[in-house]
């Protein structure tokens, strides 16, 4: 099991005393890592993202709040458990194998890690519908501990020569891990929250877009990359963008990404020729 470092920064906390429990969540929204959590809570006055960890889609584990600090998760219920939250809404969703798998390593790491059983919703300890009606949570809560695998961490800007692109045109999660580690932002490989009425104009960008009709968000790595490019940074492809990109990389500036693309093929021996 990996655990992406995400490195964010906190405001004041208290170290907990003692673990006894898990409390599992949804985050109420179809597209959102820790690095976005984090800053809505920011915004509600918190220290920063009161989960522990939050679960992607895709199975990735991130980082949340440092994990021996009490947590703001499950109000009353924080001085002694572990928050997960896991990317989606399950109220209105129904969650793949992919992340339930990865919830469930998660959980028997912990249970392992702490010697501990209880696993709740947090349903159970608040008036809420969360972790919502679609949740699998006899699945992921049942977990026996002695199904754990250790654990790694790796951090959201490391990069070693195993990062090397293979220089194909079609900008999927590998080369969005490498320009995420390049531009210091949370490397879990997925671009969110993106505008699903550019995707068919723009077959190169493979897997690992997360397409929307109208998001509520924005790809912190696409605004990196637009404020490399000299582009309005709103976090969100399209052609604007696109063109800028084509003009800092060099290539035709036509304002999509063919697949496989001439330009991503540039873009990738960019990444390449980053200094590791």
């Known amino acids: ?6 490195n964010l920064s906190f405001g004041s906390m208290s170290v907990r005393s003692k673990t006894t429990r898990i409390i599992l969540h949804h985050a109420a929204a179809k597209s959102c890592g820790a690095a976005t959590i984090h800053q809505w809570h920011l915004n509600n006055g918190w220290s920063g993202i009161g989960y522990h960890f939050v679960v992607r889609k895709n199975g990735t584990i991130e980082r949340g709040r440092p994990e021996k600090y009490v947590g703001a998760h499950a109000e009353g219920s924080n001085s002694d458990s572990i928050g ?4 989606g809404d399950f109220m209105t969703e129904k969650m793949t194998d992919t992340q339930k798998n990865a919830g469930k390593e998660l959980v028997a790491y912990l249970k392992k890690k702490y010697s501990i059983s209880k696993v709740q919703k ?4 608040c008036s809420t519908d969360c972790p919502g009606k679609n949740f699998p949570f006899s699945e992921i809560a049942n977990v026996s501990a002695s199904a754990s695998t250790s654990s790694s961490s790796s951090s959201s ?3 070693s020569n195993s990062d090397k692109l293979t220089v194909d045109g079609w900008w999927g999660p590998k080369t969005t891990r490498r320009l995420q580690q390049i531009f210091g932002t949370t490397v879990d490989g997925v671009v969110s929250n993106q505008f699903s009425c550019y995707k068919a104009q723009n ?3 493979d897997s690992g877009w997360e397409w929307e009709s109208n998001p509520s968000g924005y790809s912190p790595l696409i605004k990196a990359i637009q404020k490399k490019v000299g582009a309005t ?6 052609p604007k963008t696109i063109k800028a990109i084509q003009k800092w990389l060099g290539c035709t500036q036509d304002g999509c990404f063919s697949g496989p693309s001439p330009c991503i093929k540039k873009l990738q021996q960019w990444c390449n020729n980053q200094a590791a």
Not at 1 to 6: A, D, G, K, S, V
Not at 84 to 87: M, N
């Open 233 to 238: 940074q709103d976090g969100h492809i399209g």
């Open 84 to 87: 997960i939250c896991f990317e």
């Open 157 to 159: 800007s490391s990069s």
């Open 1 to 6: 099991m990996n655990i992406i470092e995400t």
């Open 203 to 205: 077959p190169g960008l």
């Open 122 to 125: 947090h349903s159970d300890v």
